[in-house]
């Protein structure tokens, strides 16, 4: 089958899946020479978008950033690499999980400093909600994200 055509029944999250590299310079960091939470949030809102919009191929808008995780600082003159892939659809929306991962250039030594779920939604020229192809996990870990992300919305439902 055809991507063309596996992306009208579906498309698995490998297809839409980004990687972005950045450079922390001294404008990017707080008085401790580390970088500054807000900077970060922007280059993993860019990332996420990104992923959404090529799942969609549409105007993408953030809906929510659920949540971000500062593990680790990021220094100066490391590198910042975001990974972001959709891990659920519904309707509209698109679930995307943002790792990231700094990297000294001096000493090659790389971690995960940071990790984060935000919501888009698909619009049109409006502005308004329009439907998004389904998400089809492929993976061991997709499964078990998608399947997680699914009981979560049955809970909340539940629990209205
Ligand atoms: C995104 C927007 C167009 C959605 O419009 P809306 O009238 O709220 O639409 P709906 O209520 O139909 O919700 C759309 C989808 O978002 C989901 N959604 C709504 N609130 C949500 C929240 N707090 N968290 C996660 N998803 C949410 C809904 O479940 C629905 O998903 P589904 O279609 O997959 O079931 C509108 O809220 C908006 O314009 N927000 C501002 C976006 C923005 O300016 N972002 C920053 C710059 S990009």
């Given at each position: 089958m055809s991507e063309k055509s596996i992306g009208s029944l579906g498309k698995k999250p490998s297809i839409s899946e980004v990687e972005m590299t950045e450079l922390v310079l001294p404008n990017d960091a707080n008085i401790l020479g580390n970088l500054l939470g807000g900077r970060l949030m922007h280059w993993i809102d860019i990332a996420a978008a990104i992923a959404a919009s090529r799942h969609c191929n549409k105007a993408v808008v953030t809906r929510a950033m659920?949540?971000?995780?500062?593990?680790?600082?990021?220094?100066?003159?490391?590198?910042?690499?975001l990974k972001a892939k959709l891990i659920w659809t519904g309707r509209t929306s698109m679930k995307i999980m943002v790792k990231?991962?700094?990297?000294?250039?001096?000493?090659?030594?790389?971690?995960?400093?940071?990790?984060?779920?935000?919501?888009?939604?698909?619009?049109?020229?409006n502005a308004k909600p329009v439907p998004v192809p389904a998400l089809l996990p492929d993976t061991v870990e997709e499964i078990f994200m998608f399947q997680k992300q699914e009981d979560s919305i049955n809970d909340s439902r539940m629990n209205r």
């Open positions: 659920e949540s971000l995780d500062f593990k680790k600082p990021v220094h100066v003159g490391d590198i910042v690499i990231v991962f700094s990297e000294n250039l001096k000493t090659g030594q790389t971690m995960q400093t940071n990790e984060a779920f935000l919501t888009f939604v698909a619009v049109d020229d």
